[in-house]
């Protein structure tokens, strides 16, 4: 089914390397800043567009020591 253009991107973070994925921030364009992140441990980040389907299939995964 299509659900047209993406409406918004929803990022995800873990804990490297098997932690649950969780919502870190929501952007209606294709670049956010993320705020009040945990330092000093591994996380993994990945996206997913969202429209009024749904949500896509998620990214592949990026990984960040902050």
Do not use: C, F, H
């Amino acid at each position: 089914m299509d659900g047209g253009a993406v409406a918004a991107y929803k990022i995800q973070r873990r804990l490297r390397p098997d932690g649950p994925w969780s919502d870190a921030g929501m952007a209606v364009e294709s670049e956010i800043t993320l705020t009040n992140q945990e330092r000093g441990k591994e996380w993994e980040y990945r996206v997913l567009a969202v429209n009024k389907a749904g949500e896509g299939q998620p990214s592949n995964t990026v990984m960040a020591v902050l």
